[in-house]
């Protein structure tokens, strides 16, 4: 019996505010035949550090993270109300 377990990014979406929202499946498969796979999502902001990324998220980041998206979110952290956080 050989168990093996992969993980890897099966989506990539661009939210309608410039966040990258990406989900990665952990796979465990038993014999070369998967037998789970659970899911994790996580959430990339504009201007974030891409460093430990895969290449296609850095290259869809790089696509809509202008410098303009950039700035402008920058700008809508600094007027934020953090009151009630």
Not at 12 to 41: C, M, P, W
């Amino acid at each position: 019996m050989s168990l093996t377990e992969r993980k890897i990014i099966d989506k990539i979406e661009v939210l309608d505010n410039n966040f990258i929202q990406i989900r990665e499946a952990n796979i465990i498969e038993k014999n070369g035949v998967e037998i789970t796979r659970t899911f994790h999502r996580f959430i990339l902001h504009p201007g974030d550090d891409l460093t430990e990324q895969e290449p296609k998220v850095v290259a869809i980041a790089n696509a809509i993270w202008t410098q303009e998206v950039i700035d402008a979110y920058r700008a809508k952290l600094k007027n934020l109300d953090t009151t009630y956080l």
